[in-house]
T-cell receptor
Framework: DGGITQSPKYLFRKEGQNVTLSCEQN?????MYWYRQDPGQGLRLIYY???????QKGDIAEGYSVSREKKESFPLTVTSAQKNPTAFYLC????????????FGEGSWLTVV | AQSVTQLDSHVSVSEGTPVLLRCNYS??????LFWYVQHPNKGLQLLLK??????LVKGINGFEAEFKKSETSFHLTKPSAHMSDAAEYFC???????????FGAGTTVTVRA
């Protein structure tokens, strides 16, 4: 089936560690996105990529990094510089710009222990 | 600046009664509008979208929404609520060729038996 796969579903991080969340899509979409969702709140954009080897900062990029070496993959690294990383992270993709439907993965929970 | 406002943070309805979720946007440009649903610990699923075609849009699971340009609104309705409709609902707006989406804060729907 076509879709977006995020892994792991649950991840625990110790203080000072970097962690990487995986996002893979087989929809042949050019654009990919990472959002952060805190309990009871809406989604905030971390990074987005319109095409391979290119990405832009969203509204809350500090403490995060991404890469887009392949069209189907857009991993997100949560660095130790992110002071409050505990949240639900959602990866998404779309064919092109915002007028097109954005499809979401099932999300990954990151907890700092 | 573009923005989207969901007027109700929480809506409670009885099973079998109508559901109304309100969404207003502000922008100088013609928008693309979406409603997504999110069940606990899951990704967002598209219910319906408006992209300058018919102003009354029908979606999945019996939901529909009407785009009213004069009122800058895109309210979501369903004639008869089901227990499975209990979830978080997000109104999402994008403008022109922008890759960035604007999310409402979400409306939590509770369905009483």
């Amino acid at each position: 089936d076509g879709g977006i796969t995020q892994s792991p579903k649950y991840l625990f991080r110790k203080e000072g560690q970097n962690v990487t969340l995986s996002c893979e899509q087989n929809l042949n979409h050019d654009a990919m996105y990472w959002y952060r969702q805190d309990p009871g709140q809406g989604l905030r954009l971390i990074y987005y990529s319109q095409i391979v080897n290119d990405f832009q900062k969203g509204d809350i990029a500090e403490g995060y990094s991404v890469s887009r070496e392949k069209k189907e993959s857009f991993p997100l690294t949560v660095t130790s510089a992110q002071k409050n990383p505990t949240a639900f992270y959602l990866c998404a993709s779309s064919i092109g710009h915002g007028g097109n439907t954005i499809y979401f993965g099932e999300g990954s929970w990151l907890t700092v222990v | 600046a573009q923005s989207v406002t969901q007027l109700d943070s929480h809506v409670s309805v009885s099973e079998g009664t109508p559901v109304l979720l309100r969404c207003n946007y502000s922008s100088s440009y013609s928008p693309s509008l979406f409603w997504y649903v999110q069940h606990p610990n899951k990704g967002l699923q598209l219910l319906l979208k408006y992209t300058s075609a018919a102003t009354l849009v029908k979606g999945i699971n019996g939901f529909e929404a009407e785009f009213k340009k004069s009122e800058t609104s895109f309210h979501l309705t369903k004639p008869s609520a089901h227990m499975s409709d209990a979830a978080e609902y997000f109104c999402v707006v994008t403008f022109g060729d922008d890759y960035k989406l604007s999310f409402g804060a979400g409306t939590t729907v509770t369905v009483r038996a």
